[in-house]
């Protein structure tokens, strides 16, 4: 008899439990096309734009994202029925911009040359005398380099270099108009 009622309870905590869980929030996915401090912009993949606001939430299930960051974002209507609220957002691709920053030096070349990408978009050089970065963006493919030489500071010019590979630890570029030239980098301690 004592058996039987535990089961009993078991089971009708379970159907209490069952019966309180919320249904599943609806999710949206796309790639960030802005951001501010209380909203976020995706556009999805059928091209359509979805502003969310982020005015409120926990930073640990809603963090700050960037331009370009692919993310997925679970939601819920507010009250009056006009305005989505993220309830949780996970960054399932992240942009350009999170990965490019940081060290990384030449890998395949017997000089030793690096780049210091810095995150508020100042760059040097090490191991070229004849180039001094002063900053860099990305643009689209692209990573643009801002530089003068160091003998005629007053001549700025401009590198571009098509990104073929980036991740977390490599960095592979292709100077324009010059097929034969690659440059590889990889991040360094």
């Given at each position: 008899m ?9 089971a ?8 309180c869980r919320q249904?599943?929030?609806?999710t ?6 802005d951001?501010?401090i209380?909203?976020?912009?995706i556009q999805?993949a059928e ?18 994202v960037?331009?370009?960051d692919v ?10 029925g ?5 309830v949780r957002?996970?960054?399932t691709?992240?942009?350009?911009y ?5 060290i990384?030096?030449?890998c395949?070349?017997?000089d030793?040359?690096?780049l ?8 040097q ?9 002063q900053?860099?963006?990305l643009d689209?493919?692209n990573l643009v ?5 160091p003998t ?7 590198l ?6 980036l ?7 292709r ?15």
């Amino acid at each position: 008899m004592k058996k039987l009622s535990s089961v009993f309870a078991a089971a009708a905590l379970i159907l209490v439990a069952a019966g309180c869980r919320q249904a599943a929030l609806p999710t949206v996915e796309g790639r960030v096309v802005d951001a501010t401090i209380h909203s976020v912009t995706i556009q999805t993949a059928e091209g359509e734009s979805v502003v969310l606001s982020t005015r409120g939430t926990d930073p640990m299930l809603v963090p700050g994202v960037l331009a370009g960051d692919v993310v997925k974002v679970a939601y819920e209507v507010l009250p009056e029925g006009e305005a989505l609220q993220a309830v949780r957002l996970d960054i399932t691709t992240p942009s350009a911009y999170r990965l490019v920053p940081g060290i990384w030096r030449d890998c395949c070349g017997t000089d030793e040359i690096g780049l210091v990408l810095a995150e508020d978009g100042s760059a040097q050089v090490v191991g070229l005398r004849d180039l001094s970065l002063q900053t860099w963006t990305l643009d689209g493919e692209n990573l643009v380099l801002d530089a003068t030489d160091p003998t005629a500071p007053k001549e700025a010019k401009t590198l571009i270099w098509q990104i073929e590979k980036l991740d977390a630890d490599s960095l592979i570029v292709r100077a324009a108009g010059e097929e034969a030239r690659r440059l590889v980098f990889s991040r360094s301690e």
